[in-house]
């Protein structure tokens, strides 16, 4: 089967990125399929909502315990922490994971918003208390510079975040892993070790962190990419924006698919409607899961 979200820019007016909307379609999709047959899912998306993987991973486990991830391009973020409930990940020469840290957008005290990761957080605390060496006063007064930006509310998210997303990627390792210290050694790496969200991570670096990896065939490898190719033109990914031909027309509507769910049997479509004024303003509407093969 197949998990695809778009990747076409500008991302806040294009992409899509995993949701819990997607849980009750994998439901429909996976009860037609047989019980206890080895289970190939092939992933591409930037990443989405931390909290999708577990429940996604138990619900594929409840009709597979065998799951192969297929990664022919980008698995990141929170599509990198799904990928840790598969037994086995294949990736292409090209495919890469990345780090899981959490990222926000922070509105600050004045009222900008900046975009910062959980470990943003924590390095500066690092910063602090490790590197900078500073003494009580020294660490009380970085500490109140922090919180002038940054809320308590705010921070106290972040720590929870924080916790949630090393509880989420251990117990997900432990559904085909039983070695403690590997798995240790894997989740303290994509949370807090590589040096920033966007480091892209290998199929040597992922073997090497401990996962599972092994490389795809040339043969599944040419399968694969062609298969993502397809979702990758239908969603005009390789474009950046849309080139609009509005005649003598003053706006422009374009249905436009965006994220794909798929079996050979079955498959959902996510599709928004967006309307182009000759002026660049862009409205969109519409945005809905849709059943029907490509």
């Given amino acids: 089967m197949t998990l695809v979200t778009s990747t076409k820019k500008p991302e806040q007016l294009f992409a899509t990125q995993i949701a819990q909307d997607i849980l009750p379609l994998f439901y429909q999709i996976l009860g037609g399929i047989s019980k206890g047959e080895k289970l190939d899912i092939l992933i591409y998306s930037s990443g989405g909502q931390i909290d999708v993987p577990w429940p996604l991973v138990n619900l594929m486990r409840e009709y597979s315990d065998d799951i192969h991830a297929i990664i022919p391009w980008r698995a990141h973020s929170a599509a990198t922490l799904l990928v840790l ?20 957008q922070l509105k600050l005290a004045d009222k900008q918003i900046v975009g910062a990761g959980v470990e943003d957080i924590y390095g500066y605390y690092r910063l602090i208390n490790e590197i ?108 950046v924006g849309m080139a609009v031909d509005f005649g003598p027309d003053a706006v422009k509507t374009i249905d436009m698919n965006r994220a794909f769910i798929e079996t050979k049997d079955r498959g959902f479509t996510f599709r928004s409607k967006y309307t182009f004024h000759r002026d660049g303003k862009v409205d969109r509407k519409g945005d809905k899961w849709e059943e029907g093969q490509k």
Avoid: C, W
Wanted: aromatic share 4%; net charge neutral; proline share 5%.
């Fill in 85 to 104: 409930g598969a037994n086995e990940i294949g990736m292409g020469p090209l495919a890469s994971l990345s780090p899981i840290d959490p990222q926000f």
């Fill in 132 to 239: 900078l060496s500073l003494n009580s006063a020294g660490r009380s007064e970085a500490l109140k510079l922090l919180a002038s930006r940054v809320t308590p509310e705010v921070l106290g998210k972040i720590s929870r975040v924080r916790r949630e997303i090393r509880i989420i990627a251990t117990n997900l390792l432990h559904l085909h892993m039983n070695e403690n210290v590997k798995i240790e050694k894997i989740v303290k790496a994509l949370v807090e070790d590589l040096p920033s969200h966007q480091y892209l991570i290998n199929r040597k670096e992922a073997a090497e962190l401990g996962l599972p990896v092994y490389h795809l065939d040339k043969k599944t490898e040419n399968l694969s990419f062609k298969i993502l190719e397809s979702y990758m033109n239908e969603a005009s990914m390789g474009e």
